[in-house]
């Protein structure tokens, strides 16, 4: 395992409400990423970190924001959750000295 | 058109055929490559990693990648039904500090028993 967390694992709430998922790494690395995997789209990047309290937009960011007050913890929230965020979320941390990165297990969020 | 093109299937083989898995990108400025294997509901995990263009062999896995054509493989040997997943491939430009993937949407592959 890459030493990544996400929590929760699944989560079902109602549009309009704010939404905050957790991804913690044991690792240490300075970048960590936000992903959504929906059918047909494939994985797209909502936002990433390049260490704390630095942050950047991905192609996806609208709806989306972020935090980073620790190495290890790298917050997503959706400020009023919409149906359209319906969607499995993956976390993902750099690798050591590549240009790969490693992935969480996932958030499977649905908004009703 | 997309930055990076991968047939979806689905691709269904059976037991111990060779598979071909394959992408096309159109940013020449890509220079690592990789593949990652996602079982239903769980994240991708990284399977193999080559920087620029040639060959890289794993075991029963071979990944090819040839910058002319903009285009990269993966063989899996001797296919199982525990290969069963979907495959992603994803690229980038350059290593430092850009650490940003580029993903295709993946290929679902079935390895028939």
């Known amino acids: 395992d890459a030493g990544i967390t996400q929590s929760p694992r699944h989560k079902v709430t109602e549009t309009g409400t704010p939404v905050t998922l957790r991804c913690h790494q044991t690792?240490?690395?300075?970048?960590m990423y936000w992903y959504r995997q929906d059918p047909g789209h494939g994985l797209r990047l909502i936002h990433y970190s390049y260490g704390v309290k630095d942050t950047d937009k991905g192609e996806v960011s609208d709806g989306y924001s972020v935090s980073r007050s620790k190495t290890e913890d790298f917050l997503l929230t959706l400020e009023s959750a919409t149906s359209s965020q319906t969607s499995v979320y993956f976390c993902a941390i750099e690798g050591s000295g590549t240009d790969t990165q490693y992935f969480g297990p996932g958030t499977r969020l649905t908004v009703l | 058109q997309k930055e990076v093109e991968q047939d979806p299937g689905p691709l269904s083989v059976p037991e111990g055929a060779i598979v071909s898995l394959n992408c096309t990108y159109s940013n020449s400025a890509f220079q690592y490559f990789m593949w990652y294997r996602q079982y239903s509901r769980k994240g991708p995990e990284l399977l193999m990693y080559t920087y620029s263009s040639g060959n890289k062999e794993d075991g029963r896995f071979t990944a090819q990648v040839d910058k002319s054509s903009k285009y990269i493989s993966l063989f899996i040997r001797d296919s199982q039904p525990s290969d069963s997943a979907t495959y992603l491939c994803?690229?980038?430009?350059?290593?430092?500090?850009?650490?940003?993937?580029?993903f295709g949407k993946g290929t679902l592959l079935t390895v028939n028993p």
């Open positions: 690792e240490n690395h300075r970048y």
């Open positions: 994803a690229m980038s430009e350059s290593g430092g500090s850009n650490y940003k993937l580029t």
